[in-house]
């Protein structure tokens, strides 16, 4: 189970236990009717049909890992489901992506400082790699293999990646964003040679462990406001998504996206595709 998915899992848990103790009823192992319940107070709450399944997810996780058999099978469950789908919808609110033009610009607004190379470096690989946050803060200085054209980086554990496999990933300079230069710079900058390749800056000085993901966010929300962008709207996955619709909008094919993405399911990245190319070929051209 990727971490994300086990913290997203553990908080639901979390919430459901309690709940059922100030009903007095029984969490492990529930029965359908307890559930189905459950599900209720969350759409009278006004959860989204997409947390709402989440929550139902957690709960079958819990007991089937449990041993038990899970009562989210149940047909009053899965019925209650549907109506929550039906009344709150499943529409996940997602945060914009940050394309190459917005990118460039949010850039300029990163200073020169110690803390400015690393940030630059960091968000400008995040961009160029497709690389989810996790993935960035876990890299490492073996993990890269500098060359003429840009950098070949290891993604030893990913989302997708169950196994544990590693996937290698080509990051090219480019004569535009030049990530794989403001990667060296920030290396020189620290003089890192191995181990974690970014690291908390403090007074000045690079400490010797390795950045929380969630950095990334922050990091990224706070030069977008400096841009005068609006931050809410916009978040570490923000780009990940932004190197996609960049691509799709440069006319790179599903199968190349996916292969740099590391997407498993095209349905996923064909959201993005669709997004970029919504004014392309429009059936209205001819008479709007």
Not at 98 to 119: C, E, M, N, S, Y
């Amino acid at each position: 189970m990727a971490d994300n998915t086990h913290r997203t899992y553990g908080s639901a848990i979390r919430l459901f236990r309690s709940w059922c103790a100030d009903q007095r009823c029984d969490a492990l192992p529930a029965t359908a009717e307890v559930v189905a319940e459950y599900i209720a107070s969350l759409i009278a709450a006004g959860k989204r049909g997409s947390s709402v399944k989440i929550h139902a997810c957690a709960i079958a996780h819990l007991h089937k890992s449990n041993g038990h058999c899970s009562p989210t099978d149940n047909y009053l469950v899965r019925a209650v489901l549907r109506g929550s789908m039906r009344l709150r919808g499943g529409l996940v609110d997602q945060k914009l992506p940050v394309v190459a033009a917005k990118f460039k610009d949010i850039l300029q607004h990163i200073p020169g400082t110690l803390k400015g190379r690393r940030d630059r470096a960091m968000l400008a690989l995040c961009f160029a790699g497709a690389l989810r946050r996790s993935e960035v803060a876990a890299l490492r200085f073996e993990d890269i293999d500098f060359s003429e054209q840009g950098a070949t980086i290891i993604i030893r554990k990913s989302k997708t990646d169950i196994r544990g496999l590693g996937t290698h990933i080509a990051v090219p300079n480019g004569p535009s964003l030049q990530a794989v230069s403001l990667l060296k710079d920030w290396l020189d900058a620290a003089n890192i040679t191995r181990g974690a390749v970014f690291r908390p800056v403090y007074r000045s000085r690079v400490l010797p462990r390795t950045v929380e993901p969630l950095l990334v966010s922050r990091i990224l929300k706070a030069y977008m406001k400096k841009a005068g962008f609006d931050p809410a709207r916009y978040g570490a996955h923000s780009l990940r998504a932004g190197f996609i619709t960049s691509a799709a909008e440069a006319g790179v094919s599903l199968d190349r996206i996916m292969d740099h993405s590391r997407h498993v399911e095209p349905r996923h990245v064909r959201a993005y595709v669709r997004r970029a190319n919504l004014f392309q070929d429009h059936p209205g051209d001819a008479f709007l």
